[in-house]
T-cell receptor, first 114, second 111 residues
């Protein structure tokens, strides 16, 4: 049973560029969320996708956008990269959006903006 | 904002029980308490969660006070591999997967 998988694991981008990160949820899960974790801090919620729609959004600018595909996989896109976007980006999946369901995280994608 | 308060760091001797406290005094009646841990900036690993009753699984036990304003995660026999940052999270009702992570407790298991 595959868990949450993310790609790429590491990448380096230049300020001003755009990046796309990918996530496949755990088998049987249909809800995907994205988190940003800066060094030394806890993860910060970016947004959640369910039924191919953005359902919840944290305090992140519109440069951060996403998409969910019919197979429940998801992408996180960040435009006009800033140095401060350097972080570990985590994908989490669950079944539905009902409070009480267990959420599982992937190993993350390390983004470095230079 | 995080709705939980945890000590920033704790030590525990290998083989002893590690008791990690968490305060969540503003928790509402239908909010769950979740515990995750993160090792070397890998993805957070699910440990356990509960609503009212105490819970136990193969990894840990979760003790929730009767008023639900605090809880304790117990690792019964800590090993060196349990060294990690432990996050106590209250899941906000009605907002799906939106977890508010605080800064967690950095647990160091000492040989």
């Amino acid at each position: 049973d595959a868990g949450v998988t993310q790609s790429p694991t590491h990448l380096i981008k230049t300020r001003g560029q755009q990046v796309t990160l990918r996530c496949s949820p755990k088998s049987g899960h249909d809800t995907v969320s994205w988190y940003q974790q800066a060094l030394g801090q806890g993860p910060q919620f970016i947004f959640q996708y369910y039924e191919e729609e953005e359902r919840q959004r944290g305090n992140f600018p519109d440069r951060f956008s996403g998409h969910q595909f019919p197979n429940y996989s998801s992408e996180l896109n960040v435009n006009a990269l800033l140095l401060g976007d350097s972080a570990l980006y985590l994908c989490a999946s669950s079944l539905g959006v009902i409070t009480g369901n267990t959420i599982y995280f992937g190993e993350g994608s390390w983004l470095t903006v230079v | 904002d995080a709705k939980t308060t945890q000590p920033p760091s704790m030590d525990c001797a290998e083989g002893r029980a590690a008791n990690l406290p968490c305060n969540h005094s503003t928790i509402s009646g239908n909010e769950y308490v979740y515990w995750y841990r993160q090792i070397h900036s890998q993805g957070p690993q699910y440990i356990i969660h509960g609503l009212k009753n105490n819970e136990t699984n193969e990894m840990a036990s979760l003790i929730i006070t009767e008023d639900r304003k605090s809880s304790t995660l117990i690792l019964p026999h800590a090993t060196l591999r349990d060294t990690a940052v432990y996050y106590c999270i209250v899941r906000v009702h009605g907002t799906g997967n939106q977890f508010y992570f605080g800064t967690g407790t950095s647990l160091t298991v000492i040989p």
